[in-house]
């Protein structure tokens, strides 16, 4: 895509790009059933786009952004690996349409119930869940040319320089601070010590 587009603020006041979802699936339900009016309005735009909006399946929505100027809004699992899998498709932003999430089906008072909830959570906390997101969606995703040496370098020292400011300041504020603390505390030893002297020498006769 030529720009990105900023869902909440831009999306729905620019013209230039169609946006839409499959058509019945859930995130065209949540924004045809949400209260909040942003969504809303967006709703009513998708509704009134000729050609339609929505499309059958995740395929034809992906499809139409890498050949037209669309916006093709999905579940962010979904379009993340569609990205791993194409140079030309780019995710904008990190807009959260709902508390949505994937989840094993199981018969109602179902033994497995437990064990499965532990091992998912055991797999979790271990890192294996994402090792494996890492091997398999990964696995065929396409080399994009790379950036000279050069020039990622340059971006990379860009990126990184205020936070090398930002701990230099810190690391100064910090040596001020110890040195202040230890000047006064230098300052109350010797003004008690000069306090109690006449006492110990009277104490010594």
């Given at each position: 895509m030529d720009t990105e587009i900023e869902l909440r603020k831009e999306l729905g006041n620019q013209s230039d790009y169609k946006f839409g979802a499959?058509?019945?699936?859930?995130?065209?339900?949540?924004?045809?059933?949400?209260?909040?009016?942003?969504?809303?309005?967006?709703?009513?735009?998708?509704?009134?786009?000729?050609?339609?909006?929505f499309v059958e399946k995740n395929e034809s929505g992906v499809r139409r952004a890498l050949?037209?100027?669309?916006?093709?809004l999905m579940e962010s699992a979904t379009l993340d690996y569609q990205v791993t899998q194409n140079c030309n498709l780019t995710r904008v932003g990190n807009?959260?349409?709902?508390s949505n999430g994937y989840s094993i089906a199981l018969p109602k008072g179902s033994k497995w119930r437990e064990?499965?909830?532990?091992?998912?959570?055991?797999?979790?906390?271990?890192?294996?869940?994402?090792?494996?997101?890492?091997?398999?969606?990964?696995?065929?995703?396409?080399?994009?040319?790379?950036?000279?040496?050069?020039?990622?370098?340059?971006?990379?020292?860009?990126h990184?320089?205020?936070?090398?400011?930002l701990l230099a300041l810190g690391?100064?504020?910090?040596?001020?601070?110890?040195l202040s603390e230890t000047f006064i505390f230098a300052m109350?030893?010797?003004?008690?010590t000069i306090k109690c002297k006449p006492f110990t020498h009277l104490f010594l006769r």
């Amino acid at each position: 895509m030529d720009t990105e587009i900023e869902l909440r603020k831009e999306l729905g006041n620019q013209s230039d790009y169609k946006f839409g979802a499959i058509l019945g699936g859930s995130t065209m339900q949540f924004f045809k059933y949400s209260r909040i009016e942003t969504f809303r309005r967006l709703w009513e735009t998708m509704q009134n786009q000729t050609p339609t909006a929505f499309v059958e399946k995740n395929e034809s929505g992906v499809r139409r952004a890498l050949q037209e100027k669309y916006v093709f809004l999905m579940e962010s699992a979904t379009l993340d690996y569609q990205v791993t899998q194409n140079c030309n498709l780019t995710r904008v932003g990190n807009v959260v349409l709902g508390s949505n999430g994937y989840s094993i089906a199981l018969p109602k008072g179902s033994k497995w119930r437990e064990k499965l909830t532990r091992q998912i959570l055991d797999l979790n906390e271990k890192g294996i869940i994402m090792m494996l997101k890492e091997k398999w969606w990964k696995k065929r995703q396409q080399q994009c040319d790379a950036e000279p040496v050069e020039d990622r370098r340059a971006l990379g020292v860009d990126h990184v320089k205020g936070l090398f400011v930002l701990l230099a300041l810190g690391l100064g504020i910090s040596l001020i601070i110890s040195l202040s603390e230890t000047f006064i505390f230098a300052m109350v030893v010797k003004a008690n010590t000069i306090k109690c002297k006449p006492f110990t020498h009277l104490f010594l006769r």
